[in-house]
């Protein structure tokens, strides 16, 4: 995709009054029979807002998506709060695949924001409580690397099949078989069922899948599980809301999280959905981008094991900000290849570690009984900077790509200084 000429396809004057794209047999020609939503219902011109309004319409889903979820894991459990979200992701991806108008489609972004970061926030919380502290490390960066697959996966998808129609219908079937499916086979979190439920045999029924998952002859029957707080009844989600007020250092911490949160939020997501504007072919630019986060989210294990978590975030959000500084050198590289898109890349890339850590930061901050809500906050926060992001590119068009850059290596350095 290049970036279409608006006064040849849109018309200016009365040569277009109505501000309407052209569509001629040579527009048909040049998209080599690949279809899309903008094409259907005509979104360029003076409806071209519409589109950055599909993209931030799937975050107002995620707002929604975060914050219930946020209060659901810690009521009805990590694992079942997971199972709602991808269940309305699949329904939502084949209705999405007949909407017959904008307005449904709408509606089903909408609904796939909410499911999509409803089931991956409840089951990056129920894997890693599985995990022993020694390996989280480890744990984040598989769950994240094949999230990066999945990027692969949709630059893929997205070059071999033409019609968005079916387009949607796949993602519809891929969420199905990838993620439904196997998380129906998996047992709550043990940690969730002992300290939130108080239900000890529930937490000794996990454990023993888990053991014999690894092939262990450990008999679980054999420990007492006690939780370190000696309560007998459920806190209810009052008491635990009250807990915020009561312990001033767990609010002063979400509050720090939630502006970490929402920075990266605002630049990984303006990237993610901006990188076609980057390169004169929108597949390569993508795959750029799903082979930096492959690259970051395998790399990014090392300094979170041996630096730490707090140090490694520092770092992450630094050096983003210097790359995107860089970014505003106007130099060309070689070929169509410039330190833009170089700088802009190496950026990315941090800023896919900066997500990837501070998952992981958060988590092991929050304690088991508030861990679910406080993730889902920190979550929802990011949903804010993620609704923003995709209007960079509105920018882009008005001021240029150079102010952007500017913002995103202010409001990193911001965060990762102080």
């Not at 894991?73 to 007949?98: N, P, Q, T």
């Not at 997205?158 to 993620?179: E, M, P, V």
């Not at 262990?216 to 007998?232: A, C, G, R, Y």
Request: glycine share 8%.
């Amino acid at each position: 995709k290049e970036q279409y000429d608006r006064d040849n396809l849109c018309g200016t004057g009365d040569n277009n009054a109505k501000g309407q794209l052209n569509v001629s047999e040579d527009f048909h020609w040049y998209t080599q029979g690949r279809t899309s939503f903008a094409i259907d219902w005509n979104l360029y011109c003076d409806r071209e807002f519409l589109r950055s309004m599909i993209s931030s319409i799937y975050f107002a889903g995620a707002w929604i998506g975060t914050s219930v979820g946020g209060t659901l894991y810690d009521i009805i459990g990590r694992k079942r709060g997971a199972l709602i979200g991808y269940a309305i992701v699949i329904s939502s991806s084949f209705a999405l695949s007949a909407s017959p108008s904008i307005e449904v489609l709408f509606v089903c972004r909408l609904l796939q924001g909410i499911g999509v970061f409803l089931g991956f926030t409840g089951m990056f919380v129920l894997l890693l409580e599985y995990t022993a502290t020694k390996y989280r490390s480890i744990a984040n960066s598989a769950i994240l690397f094949f999230w990066a697959v999945g990027y692969l996966i949709v630059t893929l998808t997205g070059y071999l099949i033409k019609d968005w129609h079916w387009l949607a219908t796949t993602s519809g079937f891929i969420s199905l078989t990838i993620s439904l499916i196997p998380l129906l086979l998996t047992p709550e979190s043990p940690r969730f069922l002992l300290v939130t439920k108080r239900n000890v045999e529930g937490a000794k029924a996990s454990l023993k899948w888990l053991i014999k998952l690894n092939k262990s002859n450990f008999d679980v029957d054999s420990v007492i599980l006690q939780d370190s707080v000696d309560k007998t009844e459920e806190p209810s989600f009052i008491d635990t809301m009250k807990d915020f007020w009561r312990y001033k250092e767990m609010l002063v911490q979400l509050l720090i999280q939630m502006w970490m949160w929402m920075v990266a939020g605002f630049v990984y997501y303006g990237f993610s959905f901006s990188w076609g504007s980057l390169g004169s072919n929108i597949y390569i630019s993508y795959l750029y981008a799903a082979i930096g986060e492959v690259i970051a989210y395998t790399a990014m294990v090392f300094p979170l094991e041996y630096w730490g978590r707090k140090p490694s975030n520092i770092m992450f959000y630094l050096v983003a900000s210097a790359s995107f500084l860089i970014a505003i050198i106007p130099y060309n590289i070689g070929g169509s290849f410039t330190v833009e898109q170089l700088s802009c890349l190496i950026g990315s890339m941090f800023v896919s570690a900066v997500f990837g850590s501070i998952y992981l930061y958060t988590m092991e901050l929050a304690p088991t009984s508030h861990r679910g809500k406080i993730l889902g906050y920190c979550s929802f926060s990011a949903r804010i900077g993620a609704f923003c992001g995709p209007r960079q590119v509105d920018v882009w068009v008005e001021q240029g790509r150079d102010i952007d850059n500017l913002c995103s290596a202010v409001w990193l350095g911001r965060v990762g200084y102080f």
